[in-house]
């Protein structure tokens, strides 16, 4: 089975640290894709990747970048963490450009930012 | 932009009984996919079924099946013979090949014995 890890399940991050949350995927996907689930607004796209060193911006994008130095590795950073930022996020990985199967989604990392 | 909306943002039903999750999109294109996905309380979000537009054919697996009409750009998802663990977040996606989805708000569903 495809399997799509998230580093953390929690985290608890301080208003203007930098915070990085790591995916990794295990199935060579060529694409990477992080969204951000909050209760009422469903899932957002904030950026997403159809290969290495490759990055698009989602809908979004702002207080967010990100970095894919590896095919099977796709970090999100907030540069300086606000409480806005406080929220569910969701990686997921999907195994070439068309949608035939969907997306294999990690198990979240719920950041809280005080 | 294209967007996918969930109407019912709670949804209960009855152990046994049938239960249907409405979603409508907007596109003006012709060829793309639609999914439901689940999130139980795990987190993990679990593929329950998807449809090609073309296929004028309604997707089915198991006790999930879905009404697709493309014209009224509607997917509803029904659940039939309902399960305490269909007790879930449903969320409703649309996506064309060579794109990314786009997520509807989400429907939390309650199963009561």
């Known amino acids: 089975d495809v399997k799509v890890t998230q580093s953390s399940r929690y985290l608890v991050k301080r208003t203007g640290e930098k915070v990085f949350l790591e995916c990794v995927q295990d199935m060579d996907h060529e694409n990477m894709f ?59 990985s999907s195994l070439t450009r068309g949608l035939n199967y969907g997306y294999t989604f990690g198990s979240g990392t719920r950041l809280t930012v005080v | 932009a294209q967007t996918v909306t969930q109407s019912q943002p709670e949804m209960s039903v009855q152990e046994a009984e049938t239960v249907t999750l409405s979603c409508t999109y907007d596109t003006s294109e012709s060829d793309y996919y639609l999914f439901w996905y689940k999130q139980p309380p795990s987190r993990q979000m679990i593929l329950v079924i998807r449809q090609e537009a073309y296929k004028q054919q309604n997707a089915t697996e198991n006790r999930f099946s879905v009404n697709f009409q493309k014209a009224a750009k509607s997917f509803s998802l029904k659940i039939s013979d309902s399960q305490l663990g269909d007790a879930a977040m449903y969320f409703c996606a649309w996506g064309t090949s060579g794109s990314r989805l786009t997520f509807g708000e989400g429907t939390q569903l309650t199963v009561n014995p």
């Open chain 1, 34 to 92: 992080w969204y951000r689930q909050d209760p009422g607004l469903g899932l957002r796209l904030i950026y997403f990747s159809y290969d290495v060193k490759m990055k698009e911006k989602g809908d979004i994008p702002e207080g967010y970048s990100v970095s894919r130095e590896k095919k099977e590795r796709f970090s999100l950073i907030l540069e300086s963490a606000s409480t806005n930022q406080t929220s569910m996020y969701l990686c997921a």
